[in-house]
């Protein structure tokens, strides 16, 4: 079993940054890869960067490549999506999530899920 909280949205201006961070709690969280998923208002959840168990292999969907960054520190059972320049298309709620697949974009294959943290983008 795997816990999941995010934590670090808020409301920001276009161009800004913003650092989101999910803690793990469960003795096997090193053993799951990790997505960042997110659902904007009328629309359906969509995969946006997931990390594998080590943090050694990174997937992002195109139109955040470059702008976001997908990291761990399993140390700290810590996951973070530090996102930059940002734009009011990234407004939605963001879900951090466990999966044992490796380069999962499907939220099926996730079982595990936190409780979302609202990030607003303003123009």
């Known amino acids: 079993q795997v816990q999941l909280v995010e934590s670090g949205g808020g409301l920001v201006q276009a161009g800004d940054s913003l650092s989101l961070s999910c803690a793990a709690s469960?003795?096997?969280?090193?053993?799951?890869?990790v997505g960042w998923f997110r659902q904007a208002p009328g629309k359906e959840r969509e995969f946006v960067a997931s990390?594998?168990?080590?943090?050694?292999?990174?997937l992002y969907r195109v139109s955040v490549k470059g702008r976001f960054t997908i990291s761990r520190d399993n140390s700290k059972n810590m996951i973070y999506l530090q996102m930059n320049n940002l734009t009011p298309d990234d407004t939605a709620i963001y879900y951090c999530a466990a999966s044992l697949w490796l380069r999962a974009t499907e939220e099926s294959k996730y079982p595990y899920w936190g409780q979302g943290t609202q990030v607003t983008v303003s123009s």
């Open positions: 990390i594998d168990r080590r943090g050694s292999d990174t």
């Open positions: 469960g003795r096997t969280f090193s053993s799951y890869n």
